[in-house]
């Protein structure tokens, strides 16, 4: 099955730069990579997808690339703002295979 | 239009009981997945249904399972509860037959004693 690997675990920017946060995947069958957002004691929510058919998708602050040679994708946020923070978590599959893998999160902490 | 809604909440039980969780999907949604959250591991998946049918199973042992019924609400069910298990249950919900754009409900907080 798939399995999805995020870096970092942790990260910590200040106000203003950029957080970077990538994933690979192992399964070449795999064709679409949400990104989730989840803030403290809330629900994840999903913040922006690509399909493998697309190398970038931009939704203002937010990028995500992908490289499907190389297994990889990731999220991209520019001027970061402390409603930033949270744990964002990268995920994989099949669009027509209900088995979405997600990463184990990386924690955004964004300074004042 | 209401979201994807979790009961109960919290729950808290000993070893060896058994527990139901319960989730309704946004309506119009007939696919609900379920995952397992712990701190550090990220969301497991556990089990997705759609139209009343299982169509994936994550790595998960016989103890989980679930089921959907044909207004499209799911219950999860855990037998023999084990430590291990405590955890944040979160179920979601999407329109299509896909996995695309998940809708999370708030979760269900299991104990185990």
């Known amino acids: 099955g798939e399995n999805v690997e995020q870096h970092p675990s942790t990260l910590s920017v200040q106000e203003g730069d950029s957080a970077v946060i990538k994933c690979t995947y192992s399964d070449s069958a795999s064709n679409y990579f949400p990104w989730y957002k989840q803030e403290l004691g809330k629900r994840p929510q999903l913040i922006i997808d690509?399909?493998?058919?697309?190398g970038e998708k931009k939704d203002q602050r937010i990028a995500v690339t992908l490289n499907k040679t190389a297994k990889h994708f990731s999220l991209h946020i520019t001027e970061t703002q402390p409603e930033d923070s949270a744990v964002y978590f990268c995920?994989?599959?099949?669009?027509?295979?209900?088995?979405?893998?997600f990463g184990a999160g990386t924690r955004l902490t964004v300074k004042p | 239009k209401a979201g994807v809604t979790q009961t109960p909440r919290y729950l808290i039980k000993t070893r060896g009981q058994q527990v139901t969780l319960s989730c309704s999907p946004i309506?119009?949604?007939?696919?609900v997945s379920w995952y397992q959250q712990t701190p550090g591991q990220g969301l497991q998946f556990l089990f997705e249904y759609f139209s009343e049918t299982q169509r994936n199973k994550g790595n998960f042992p016989g103890r989980f399972s679930g089921r959907q019924f044909s207004n499209s609400r799911s219950e999860m069910n855990v037998s023999t509860l084990e430590l291990g298990d405590s955890a944040l249950y979160l179920c979601?919900?999407?329109?299509?037959?896909?996995?695309?754009?998940?809708?999370f409900g708030s979760g269900t907080q299991l104990s185990v004693l």
């Open positions: 690509i399909r493998s058919n697309v």
């Open positions: 979601a919900s999407s329109r299509r037959a896909s996995n695309e754009k998940l809708f």
């Open positions: 995920a994989a599959s099949q669009s027509n295979n209900n088995d979405m893998r």
């Open positions: 309506s119009g949604h007939r696919s």
